[in-house]
């Protein structure tokens, strides 16, 4: 349409209650209530997403684009369910890819770490990592110990579908003896997402009231725990 922007939108949003991310027939998704809310302000968008995530797994930080009109955030966020927020947005020149995606998974107890951390490299070496297609193997990765729990942050360009759950289950199948194709999902969270965009406009209230959520929930989830963490950190650094 004549006039009509490219514009990014900044996601976070909790997927434990939705099919993933992509729009599905007769499946609650992210897509689905995003584009819903959009157009309840005249804007009927083709969302495209840097990161496809899949059903049960979170993220801090995702991003929606779609060419049209820019909408308001703040009207945006109060059409949305309480468990997705946009909290920044910008109108941007051309399309862009990311040059970093971090994810986050949390494995709720302790494993050795140096043998954790053996696993993972072996599993780039060992595993069939991709069921389809294929992408480049992660650029980086580490594992640490919590209190009563273990991380595992995995950086990449791109990663294939369900790449990440494959590897922490082939790891963790080696390291702790439990047979395991698949780690599952819940645990995992896209905390990051590095593009070259300069952000416009920012909104946090939800992202709060999100973080306040999940400190009355994180007995049910150790990964709730870190999700509050990492929601501190974007609302400390971006203000």
Known sequence: ?????????????????????????????????????????????????????????????????FRG????????????????????????????APLKKTYLYVIPFKVDVNRLTNEIARSFREARLCK?????????????????????????????????????????????GIKMDLAPPEPLVLIKTELPIRWEEFYYKKLIRIKNFLEKESWRWVMGLELIAALDAVISLEQ
């Open 1 to 65: 349409m004549a006039g009509d922007k490219i514009i990014a939108l900044r996601l976070a949003y909790l997927g434990w209650e939705y099919h993933g991310i992509v729009k599905q027939p007769g499946l609650r998704t992210i897509q689905q209530e995003l584009e819903k809310a959009l157009l309840e302000q005249g804007v009927k968008a083709k969302l495209r997403f840097t990161s496809r995530t899949d059903k049960g797994v979170s993220a801090i930080d995702n991003v929606a684009i």
């Open 69 to 96: 009109p820019k909408p308001t955030i703040s009207r945006l966020n109060s059409s949305l369910p309480d468990d997705i927020t946009v909290w920044a947005v910008s109108a941007i020149d051309k399309p862009v």
């Open 132 to 176: 389809e297609g294929k992408a480049p193997l992660p650029d980086q990765y580490r594992v640490e110990r919590a209190n009563g729990y273990t991380k595992v942050f995995i950086s990449g360009r791109s990663f294939c579908w369900q790449m990440i759950r494959r590897i922490i289950g082939f790891a963790l199948s080696h390291a702790i």
